[in-house]
């Protein structure tokens, strides 16, 4: 439940292979697809939030931040 609705989402990755990274997609139980192309070989869900959503780690140092006005992590 990463915007707290109480409804589970969902976070769907894959690993791309030629590049050696992560692609990811939430799913969230409303129906709202985020798309995460970031180019990380690791991602983490932090418990700091931005704007109802967890903050992401890209990497080992990278916080990611939810931008609700592009509805996307920056």
Sequence with gaps: DLDGS???DLLHC???ERWGVI???IQMATGRKITLSTGCV???ILSSRTAGMPDLVCGRETVLRFDPARGSYQ
């Design 14 to 16: 894959s690993w791309w």
């Design 42 to 44: 690791r991602l983490g």
């Design 23 to 25: 692609n990811c997609e």
């Design 6 to 8: 109480g409804s589970l």
